[in-house]
């Protein structure tokens, strides 16, 4: 017996030893992930950055997935006709994808300045904006699709699958922009591994259901979009269960969810022009898609694939700009302006070295690549390496020109990089197409791509110096103090 109350003893110490050493640990943790103002910076811009790639790339795969059942099941036409749905996509989802940037910049904020109450705040305010966002979206986008497919110019051919698609892609909008509001004001405190396990567990569905659809139920391109609505009907729920199970000041309440004014008044003034310029910068995307239709449905499906590959590259760039963004953010709220301007500096690095990387080894290899996507036409893949081309070796101009975008932003700024993108970016794009691209001699798919490179470099000069000047008041202004 006495050995028993002593090894039943010995148990308990263990467990009670054990237990304090898995909340140490989970303390640490806790820090690691939301202590951005602390601490040495490359290591941590590093480890925060993986998880958002991880999650981009994992998004892009499920999506990939759609292309590629699509052009295994049914067809280079219907590839085209999923291809020539993304710029206008894109083009409304970066509007609440804007807003939500909003969201997350004043979390940040919030979170530096050691104001648990504002975090409240616009953490309630945020999840009710996401909701009316994604319905006014929905209501454009589902009974707007032929009329704005027709604009586009899209070929007799391909008009009818791609209005099917772009109507059911639009009925998920509603969970879409709850997610990415829910995700920024996660990544804002400093988390950005639950964003990943979440889109895992959702992208998974997302292809089973691919599957089943396709090629059990014949739905063609029907069958991949309802696919993509339940699976971001499902991130949305994992997401507002995520906040909801929150022991910080990013905890949300259901019953408290209502619009705070002056909550709302700071995440429309860096979000509205931040999804205004997502949706100018997709809208020139729209007019370089139209210019691509006119090529028909051959060089539609190779544009269409080459875009979705290179996702995956700019996915990556774009996650160190979210990095930049939400570091800049907390800093920028602490007052520690030297720690944001190496912020800067490593970001650019990171983002240089990710885009030529990556870049030059997915062009290396973009004859495979593409043959994922189309194996009836090679036709079509010749003309996908034409883009790739273009798009791939200089890529590493658009991850720079983001950096200085989610910078400036997490400086409270939002109006100034969208006027430099509207101008440098879809002002430039939209002049090329409709002056040199027009002439007889340059109206071929090389000098179309080429508005990207020249676009993502002048644009990039000029945000730089942006940030620049605005660091310098900054300075002046704190010694003024």
Excluded at 92 to 114: E, P, Q, T
Excluded at 192 to 201: C, D, K, N
Excluded at 259 to 273: D, H, M, S, T
Excluded at 422 to 450: D, E, K, P
């Amino acid at each position: 017996m006495v050995i028993c109350s002593c090894s039943s003893a010995n148990s308990k110490r263990y467990n009670i030893l054990s237990f304090m050493l898995i909340l140490k640990r989970g303390v640490i943790l806790h820090r690691i992930k939301t202590d951005l103002c602390e601490g040495s910076l490359l290591g941590k811009i590093i480890l925060y950055t993986i998880p958002i790639i991880l999650t981009g790339i994992l998004q892009l795969l499920f999506n990939a997935a759609d292309l590629v059942v699509v052009g295994r099941y049914c067809g280079s036409i219907s590839v085209a006709a999923v291809g020539a749905c993304g710029p206008v996509i894109n083009l409304m989802v970066n509007l609440f994808i804007g807003m939500s940037v909003g969201a997350g910049v004043c979390v940040a904020h919030g979170i530096g300045g050691g104001r648990p109450e504002d975090v409240h705040c616009t953490v309630h305010t945020a999840i009710p904006a996401a909701l009316i966002v994604g319905s006014v979206l929905t209501a454009a986008g589902v009974s707007g699709a032929g009329l704005i497919l027709r604009l586009m110019g899209t070929p007799d051919d391909v008009i009818k699958l791609s209005a099917v698609y772009m109507r059911l892609y639009f009925c998920g909008l509603i969970p879409n922009a709850v997610y990415n509001f829910g995700a920024a004001i996660i990544r804002a405190a400093g988390d950005t591994r639950s964003p990943l396990v979440y889109l895992t567990i959702s992208g998974v569905v997302n292809v089973l259901l691919n599957l089943v659809f396709v090629i059990l139920f014949n739905m063609d391109v029907a069958g991949v979009a309802l696919a993509t609505t339940i699976s971001q009907t499902l991130s949305a729920v994992l997401i507002l269960r995520a906040l909801v199970r929150r022991d910080d000041a990013c905890r949300l309440s259901l019953r408290k969810m209502k619009l705070y004014k002056r909550q709302l008044a700071r995440i429309f003034r860096i979000g509205v022009p931040a999804g205004i310029q997502g949706a100018l910068f997709s809208f020139s995307n729209v007019i370089i898609q139209s210019s691509v239709n006119s090529f028909g449905a051959v060089v539609m499906s190779g544009n269409a694939a080459a875009q979705n590959i290179e996702g995956f590259v700019y996915t990556s760039m774009n996650s160190v700009s979210q990095t930049a963004l939400n570091f800049t953010g907390q800093n920028y709220g602490a007052g520690k302006l030297d720690r944001v301007r190496r912020i800067m500096l490593i970001c650019l690095g990171v983002v240089f070295f990710t885009g030529t990387v990556f870049g030059g080894i997915v062009y290396l290899n973009g004859g495979k690549l593409l043959s994922i996507y189309i194996t009836d036409s090679p036709e079509a893949v010749k003309y996908g390496l034409i883009r790739m081309r273009w798009i791939l070796l200089p890529y590493f101009l658009c991850g720079l020109m983001d950096v200085c975008t989610g910078a400036i932003r997490g400086l409270g700024r939002s109006v100034l990089p969208m006027m430099i993108t509207v101008v440098g970016v879809c002002g430039f794009r939209i002049t090329w197409i409709y002056t040199i691209f027009r002439l007889s001699a340059y109206h071929t798919l090389q000098n179309l791509y080429m508005s990207y490179m020249i676009s993502w470099g002048v644009t990039f000069l000029s945000e730089l110096i942006v940030f620049i000047v605005i660091m310098r008041k900054l300075s002046r202004s704190r010694q003024g103090t």
